[in-house]
């Protein structure tokens, strides 16, 4: 495969531009010395180093625009190697130890507009222009770098999960969404629901709403050195709190449960029906209906009700949110909701009553949110369930396959 070597090795104590330094050591969250002024945005150990060529460089200031090396955020500048042509999950080999592999696109921001003529800054992006893009690399083997350093590409692992862990990227960006959505419905029927929202970084903590919906967090798959920040968030509120992250959080941590994270095309998923039942969509000024189905089918009391029926009116009406309703004899058994963002949809709020289960209607709700996933111009569908359980094993008879495992760990301050 290729080879190129390392022009130049660029930090900043955040912001642009990053400037030349003679050496590095590069660990598994990037480059020592370097930081950034929005690192939920720009870190973890799958944005630990962004590189970028000079070949790229000499066709952008071609067309004018004041760009140099460090002057766009890359860690390493690079001759030899247009890094974006190369696909996800190529190995990257740089001097005598270090070993990274690609992750994903370092997508431009504002804070770059700076270096390009009229602030076009999607002169680097992937979308439009492929061979002139950053990008963002893990680190597998820590080790310095420094200028004159050779670069060796190799090819992917075998049993590399760079793939997998791009589209859990898009996956946990739905999720975020959808967690928000959820969070400002609570807090606008009137709950103290403290919302954390920074970057790729999301936690809520509501001391009048215990449990796991008003109580957890998003982002910690890419963003773990953050977990004090959530813990904070957690203690401040005075809640316990969920906290879903493949890395323990503490030494001789026991998960609370395991999520099985399920995905598909929603064309793929296989059409489902059950004699008398028919499925429609659910009005938003039906939201009464939605909380009732959710709250029967849950089996809770007043206080375990609130969560489901407070912000449901505020969660129905949120942009993205759809929601559909089975009915039998004009008699509804059955709901399930779909969150959709950047053509990623979300299986939520799956719920059958006890007197209408085993007969199908789960898997009805499924494929109907399925359909209408594709309609909308989904390409990927995806849900959690418990590891192993009742709603995996729906998801799996429709077509759903497990792609990773997430555990939630509990938190009591």
């Not at 009229?118 to 310095?144: C, H, Q, T, W």
Request: hydrophobic letters at 40%; one cysteine or more.
């Amino acid at each position: 495969m290729q080879s190129g070597r390392v022009i130049s090795v660029n930090v900043s104590p955040g912001g642009l531009p990053k400037l030349p330094i003679e050496r590095a050591w590069v660990g598994t969250l990037g480059v020592e010395g370097d930081a950034h002024n929005e690192p939920t945005v720009h870190g973890g150990p799958h944005r630990a180093v962004c590189l970028f060529g000079v070949e790229a460089i000499a066709r952008v200031q071609a067309e004018g625009h004041p760009l140099g090396p460090g002057s766009v955020g890359e860690n390493l500048t690079t001759e030899g190697i247009d890094w974006s042509d190369l696909p996800v999950g190529t190995r990257v080999r740089v001097g005598d130890t270090l070993l990274m592999e690609l992750a994903s696109p370092a997508m431009p921001c504002d804070t770059q507009r700076p270096n390009f003529n009229a602030g076009r800054i999607n002169r680097i992006s992937i979308k439009l222009f492929p061979s002139d893009s950053r990008m963002y690399a893990r680190v597998l083997v820590e080790g310095e770098v420094k200028p004159g350093d050779r670069i060796e590409l190799l090819a992917p692992a075998e049993d590399s999960n760079a793939l997998t862990h791009r589209l859990l990227d898009r996956l946990d960006e739905a999720e975020q969404e959808a967690n928000l959505r959820l969070w400002r419905a609570g807090r606008a029927a009137g709950h103290d629901v403290r919302i954390l929202d920074d970057g790729d970084l999301s936690a809520a903590a509501s001391p009048d709403l215990p449990g796991t919906m008003f109580n957890n967090c998003t982002g910690l798959r890419g963003l773990p050195q953050f977990l004090p920040m959530v813990l904070d968030h957690y203690r401040a509120a005075g809640v316990t709190g969920w906290l879903p992250t493949e890395t323990p959080p503490w030494p001789d941590a026991a998960p609370d449960f395991t999520l099985a994270i399920m995905v598909t095309d929603p064309i793929e998923v296989p059409t489902a029906s059950v004699d008398g039942v028919t499925i429609r969509a659910l009005r938003p000024d039906e939201w009464a209906e939605w909380a009732d189905i959710c709250v029967r089918a849950l089996a809770l009391d007043a206080v375990g009700a609130r969560p489901w029926l407070d912000p449901a009116e505020h969660l129905l009406a949120s942009r993205g949110v759809h929601v559909v309703i089975a009915e039998e004899g004009g008699v509804a058994v059955g709901v399930g909701s779909l969150h959709v963002h950047k053509r990623a949809a979300l299986l939520r709020s799956g719920m059958v009553v006890p007197q209408a289960r085993g007969r199908g209607v789960q898997r009805a709700l499924i494929a109907a949110r399925a359909r209408l996933a594709a309609q909308l111009g989904c390409d990927v569908i995806t849900s959690q369930a418990p590891l192993d359980g009742f709603s995996e094993r729906n998801l799996a008879a429709m077509g759903f396959a497990r792609v990773w495992e997430r555990p939630v760990y509990r938190f009591d301050p």
